[in-house]
């Protein structure tokens, strides 16, 4: 008996949450996480950690100790009966237990998904991974599958006898069996187990029932089977691998291994650290209670045979793997129950006779562990490490590359699938993890890549089409939030390795392994030319560090960033492409659908985020898809991708100014939404809001088409072109639907009327969709885009009509009002009316005013089409019609300054209408002025009128305010004064009678005149009209003059008008300098540039109206001014000479001296050469001028008030 003494270790309770759990329950539902405490090796170099992951085996329970002399040969009643404490371990300890399963390691991957690829090295069975740290002790051979994901090595017995055997049946692993005869053994042929080896499993199952307490306990019976016959039982029931006693598959299922094989059939999982190694460990030791512990694990001895160093490292691998701190030895001799004995894990490396260093376990361990890292560097890959039975020579194949080598039909690796499944499977787990961090994009990738590559689509199109589905989700396209409600990543790099720290191992290129490079030339043979790696001696393990594993992980998977969003694009569409090929590839004919296999989905975790089907939709597609498969799931996924890929296009295209190429992308994207609506069953709200996008965005492409008309001929080249992807994309879409339901929004037309009508349409239905009952408490600040849109196509419909409107009364013959421009009005005005709606809905005042701004200029056009012609083609009378509608101009253009309600607001916007507004009363003034309704009104009422519109005009002249429009406004108050100043001196000269009045004409002419010069000299361009309102005023001097009879007021009159005659010097100034230039230059363009060109029919109607400052000279008007001119200021001078000489009081000297100037200059003027070219004559003026300017004092630029 082992000595009781104080344990150096904590006590262990293995999986107390499982207590209620019944035993077979599916792995899905009876996984949980239970910690083990931490197991301190009695040695203490040694650190080991287990933490149980999942258990299906109940609480331990004691175990029944056996009385002396039980006969362990006779089975007990229970024997092989399915026990929850013994789990699988009972019922296959006879056969191969799962230990021979070449894919068991897989079936432990899939559960813990998480795993995989970075937080472990290693997942495997125990028992390979203590056949593996048992090499250099062990004489027999070894024989295991290696597969890499990441930084994990998965391992899998590769059980040679167990494998030829079934080959031999299936013909499964015939290419393997020809390797092994050509590279390892010619003379291959199956070994048989002795029956002693067969005697010893029975023993140990019978021994381990005897062992149950409780209900499963039993009492011996008669033994009936001889042990012949015990032999062939226990052969028949091995041969059935890979299934256990709870599979109840077919012979049909069962000939396909890879599926079958995938079942995690471990009793439990346990996370086991050792020292730095962290594996994923699958065991089925029973466990039992009693003894000091909570746990122990039973073990059986012969006592005849001590026990040895291979025996004492199982024990203890075992125990410290599953956390056992004891171990319970039963000793018997030829099967009779002799003695037990219990050993704590830390001893047993001290027992006699088994003494072993568990540093040196340890040693190799990391040794084999670098050794495979180093070698096995190719994901998707099968290895084989191989060493034979009483060899030193461990080797690492490739099979993988002597399958490819082999090229034949049949070397069809049946691991293919589930390293291609395991791929695919940690590539979508990432994928959701991804979400919160981008780094593992070029993980997933690199995973999803090597998965495809090693499937063949004919076979394995689902995984196939899914991992392209999740390749295209790893480009981010600035799209909405995806259907699941998660956000989509904006921002983060990628990095190369699964692991988040710097881990040694990738820290530098591959290297060699560290090996004597005497023993390199020394040892050769010819079948090492197909090993990856060979390690030359078992006993190289032993020494530490003697690998050492250098190897990055992933030195290529960096993820492709893009900056550009077309390339983007493209790698998704490419991606959905294929998935929909190797989709499309399943479907071909209803009779060809592959029947789906019912054990064994593909459980896709990243997908299906579209909504619920409807349950009335069961009726197959276009294309004779069933509903509810995963064809239509992956279909609807890979269409919504493509549909979003070809929106970014065009919206990258639009903002290109490509505007062909954009509707061609954007006529893409809505034919594979129109192909997703007809496979899906229910539209998510998501889906419906992107489809709103699409209609905005389409509706912008067709404004911007209809606004860019003269580039027709570029645009329809643009979307005639498609390239081959786009080609077969819509090939497949054409499988599902016919694709028309989008084609009026998406044709490319060549009328820009008809452009306007489907922009419109498009931002009506994406309305629609915004505020129907799927939609209503979604998307707030889509539904104002798109009435902002509506808004905005309705302002630009209103304003094509009212363009139409105009132009048709430029062409028009005769003078009345058209049905045809009533209709247009109409139109216009309903547009601008609709979109006023649009844009108080969202309280968008801006626009709004724009649009009231907009419709104030229609109700011009109105009113310039209803101006009266007579007989003659001479304009009327200004009509009472073009009065109302000017007046309802002036209404609108009040309500949009009412909506800004201050320049701060949009000071653009507001200088517009401010401008508008001055122009329309200015228009009305000048008209009534021009063409005063005598017929109507009395001329009182008209000056009244005309003054009122005028000043109101005058108050919307911004003159303070320095814009573009400045020298506009200036000219504009300038016109006003002197239409104003010519008013009151037509008044002034016609008014009989009534002084008081005579007298206020005369002063309020005096006031404009002198303003409008003012303003006239101020704008330097403008020399015909400041030389016109001097020569007015002049007039009006001697008009005055006429009515003095006194020869002192008629000299200071005279002297006046004469001083204003010197102010026209500066006009002549300018009309000189004009002349010059005219003369210098051959052609000359002067252009002057506005904001806002004058209404062609405005200008067109009133030729007089003056709204801007005339551009070039107009000589015409030169040679009036100066016909005006000439005589006036010859008579001023006579008059003057004649008065002054005249005089009866003594001149003074100042005035004998003016009157000599008077006389030079008049003597001058009249004997000009009347016929002389323009430019001397304004040069003689000028000179005239000046000499009277310096003689009379007054400054040149200076007025008169």
Known sequence: QCSPGRSECPESSMSASAADREPGIPLDNAKEDISGPTLCSGNS???????????????????ALLQEKTDLKLPPANWLRENPQLGSAGTTILGSSSKSKPFSSFGMAYDFIDCIGDDVDVVSDSENIKKLLKIPYSKSHVSMAVHRVGRTLLLDELDIQELFMRSSQTGDWTWLKEFYQRLVDQKWQRKKKSKEHWYQKAILSKFLYYSINGDGAAEPVQNDLNEGEEENGAEEFSSSWPTTFTSTSSDAEESDPPKQGLRNDFVRNIMWTFEDIHMLVGSNMPIFGGGRYPAVSLRLRDNNKPINILTGIDYWLDNLMCNVPELVMCFHVNGIVQKYEMIKTEDIPHLENSTFSTRVVKDIAQNILSFLKSNCTKEGHTYWLFKASGSDIVKLYDLTTLCEEAEEEKCQNPFTLPVAVLLYKVASNLMLKARQNRKHYGTIRTLLLNCVKLLDQERHPQIIASAHYILSELFQLDEPPQEDGEESLRAGGSEDSYSDEDREEEEEEEAELTEDSDENSSYSSQDDSKAVAVIRSVGELSVPEKYKSTHQIRPSCAFPVSQDKEEKCRHVLSYVLKGLKAVDGTIKKESDLPAADPNTPIPLKYEDRTGPLQADQKHPTRSGMLPGSWQHRMKLQLFLKASKAYYVLSDAATNLLKYGRALRYIKLSLQCYDAYCSVSGTLHPQVLQFHSQCLSLCGDIQLMLAQNAKNRAAYLEEYSYQTKEDQEILHSLHRESSCQAFNMATDLAMDPEYQLFVSSKCYEAAYELLVSEALKDHASDQLAQVLKRLGNIRNEMGVYHMNQAAAMQTEKVKRSVSVAEQEMWKKSFAFFEKGMKDFEAIGDRTNTALLLCNTGRLMRICAQAHCAISADQSRGEFSPEEALYYNKAIDYYLRAIKSLASRESHSAVWDSVNWELSTTYFTLATLLQDYAPLSRKAQEQIEREVTEAMMKSLKYCDLQTESARQPLYQYRAATIHHRLASMYHSCFRNQVGDEHLRKQHRSLAELHYSKAVCLFLSLKDAPCELLRTLLERVAFAEFTMAGQSSSAAKLKSLTGAIEIMTETRYAFQLI????????????????????????????????????????????????KLIGVFEPSFSFLLLQLIKLMTTMKRKPSNKDEELLKTYKNVYSKLLRAEKNAPLLSRVKLHIELLQQLTSQTGSDDTGTHS
Do not use: W
């Not at 170099?45 to 175990?63: C, D, F, L, M, N």
């Open 45 to 63: 170099e040694i650190k080991s950690r287990a933490v149980v992951k999942y258990s299906a085996a109940p609480p331990p329970t004691s175990y």
């Open 1072 to 1119: 000189h300098n004009e002349l010059l230039e005219e003369q210098t230059e051959v052609t000359l363009f002067r252009i002057t540039h506005c904001n806002l060109e004058p209404d062609p029919a405005e200008s067109a109607e009133s030729p007089d109206v003056a709204s801007a400052p005339p551009s070039g000279l107009n000589l015409e008007e030169v040679m």
